[in-house]
T-cell receptor
Framework: TQLLEQSPQFLSIQEGENLTVYCNSSSVFSSLQWYRQEPGEGPVLLVTVVTGGEVKKLKRLTFQFGDARKDSSLHITAAQPGDTGLYLCAGSLSGGYNKLIFGAGTRLAVHP | ETGVTQSPTHLIKTRGQQVTLRCSSQSGHNTVSWYQQALGQGPQFIFQYYREEENGRGNFPPRFSGLQFPNYSSELNVNALELDDSALYLC?????????????FGPGTRLTVL
C-alpha cells in the first residue's frame, strides 16, 4: 500500500515552462521532505516542511505543506535543463522513530 | 556531498547467496536507516538502528538483518537472496531518532541478483 501518492509520474517539458508536482496522502505527517535524486546517486534533501500551510521557497522552487499536513506540492518556475531528475516526497509519521515514507517519485525531463 | 559513504558501489550475486553491504555515517550521527529502492520506485524503509540497537523495522522478512557498530558505521545483511532483492540499497544517517531530523543519504549500493 502506497501511503504517499505522487503525480504526475513523468513530466517532459520545454525550458522556461512552469510545473507543479503533487504529493497526496490520507495520513497526517509530522513533517514532509522533498528530495531530488540523480541516476546512480542517493536522494538529496531540498526542503523540510513541518507546519500545516507552510510555504518555503528555494530560488525557483516553491514548496507548500497542506493545512491538514496530508499533502504537499512542489512548483518550479521557468524550468531549466539542470532541473532534470527524479523528485521524491517523503513523509515522517508522528511518534516513534523517524521512518520516512516515500512516494514513487516524479521523473522530470526539461528539454532545451 | 552528504558525508555518508557506502560500499561496494555495485554487486552481483546469485540466488541463494548471502550479501553484506556497508555504510559509514556522517560524523556525529548516531542513527542509521536502511532503505531498498527498486527500479522506478521510491525507497522503502527496511529498518533503523539507534545506538547499536534496532529501533524500528519495515515490512521486510527476517533474512534482512543489520548491525550498527560503536563508531556508528553499519551493515545490512541479506541471506538467501531472491531475484526480487535486486535493487539500490540506501543508507541514511541522522543526528537523532525523532521529529523532523534530516536524514542524509549515501550514494547507495546497486545489488543485482541473478
Amino acid at each position: 500500500t502506497q501511503l504517499l501518492e505522487q503525480s504526475p509520474q513523468f513530466l517532459s517539458i520545454q525550458e522556461g515552462e512552469n510545473l507543479t508536482v503533487y504529493c497526496n496522502s490520507s495520513s497526517v505527517f509530522s513533517s514532509l521532505q522533498w528530495y531530488r535524486q540523480e541516476p546512480g546517486e542517493g536522494p538529496v534533501l531540498l526542503v523540510t516542511v513541518v507546519t500545516g500551510g507552510e510555504v518555503k521557497k528555494l530560488k525557483r522552487l516553491t514548496f507548500q505543506f497542506g493545512d491538514a499536513r496530508k499533502d504537499s506540492s512542489l512548483h518550479i518556475t521557468a524550468a531549466q535543463p539542470g532541473d532534470t531528475g527524479l523528485y521524491l516526497c517523503a513523509g515522517s509519521l508522528s511518534g516513534g522513530y523517524n521512518k520516512l515514507i516515500f512516494g514513487a517519485g516524479t521523473r522530470l525531463a526539461v528539454h532545451p | 556531498e552528504t558525508g555518508v559513504t557506502q560500499s561496494p558501489t555495485h554487486l552481483i550475486k546469485t540466488r541463494g547467496q548471502q550479501v553484506t553491504l556497508r555504510c559509514s555515517s556522517q560524523s556525529g550521527h548516531n542513527t542509521v536507516s536502511w532503505y531498498q529502492q527498486a527500479l522506478g520506485q521510491g525507497p522503502q524503509f527496511i529498518f533503523q538502528y539507534y545506538r547499536e540497537e534496532e529501533n524500528g523495522r519495515g515490512n521486510f522478512p527476517p533474512r534482512f538483518s543489520g548491525l550498527q557498530f560503536p563508531n556508528y558505521s553499519s551493515e545490512l545483511n541479506v541471506n538467501a537472496l531472491e531475484l526480487d532483492d535486486s535493487a539500490l540499497y540506501l543508507c541514511a544517517s541522522s543526528l537523532e531518532i525523532g521529529g523532523a531530523d534530516t536524514q542524509y543519504f549515501g550514494p547507495g549500493t546497486r545489488l543485482t541478483v541473478l
